[in-house]
Nanobody, 115 residues
Framework: QVQLVESGGGLVQAGESLRLSCAAS????????MGWYRQAPGKQRELVAT???????NYADSVKGRFTISRDNAKNTAYLQMNSLKPEDTAVYYC?????????WGQGTQVTVSS
């Protein structure tokens, strides 16, 4: 079992930055990938970014060049640095961890970007 706790969401204006954190606990040695997803009202949950244990990353086209995912393996924590935020980035952001074929989710943190 893996438990995930997100933090760092909030209300910002367009163009500003936020950093989200996701602290993992439990069977963290089994985690091979961590990621961030988001869900806006009335929309499906979508992938934002992922990072593998050895550091390779993937990003949604909508956030490339603005968001950066990173991971501190010693602290079992993943981060999402979000720069140049836009109103369309407003959503609940969820941390995700994968162990083999099992996926774990955090409770989500709200990010609201005003124009």
């Amino acid at each position: 079992q893996v438990q995930l706790v997100e933090s760092g969401g909030g209300l910002v204006q367009a163009g500003e930055s936020l950093r989200l954190s996701c602290a993992a606990s439990g069977s963290t040695e089994s985690i091979n990938r961590m990621g961030w997803y988001r869900q806006a009202p009335g929309k499906q949950r979508e992938l934002v970014a992922t990072i593998y244990t050895l550091g390779s990353t993937n990003y949604a086209d909508s956030v490339k060049g603005r968001f950066t995912i990173s991971r501190d393996n010693a602290k079992n924590t993943a981060y999402l640095q979000m720069n140049s935020l836009k109103p369309e980035d407003t959503a609940v952001y969820y941390c995700n961890a994968r162990t083999g074929v099992t996926y774990y989710w955090g409770q989500g943190t709200q990010v609201t970007v005003s124009s």
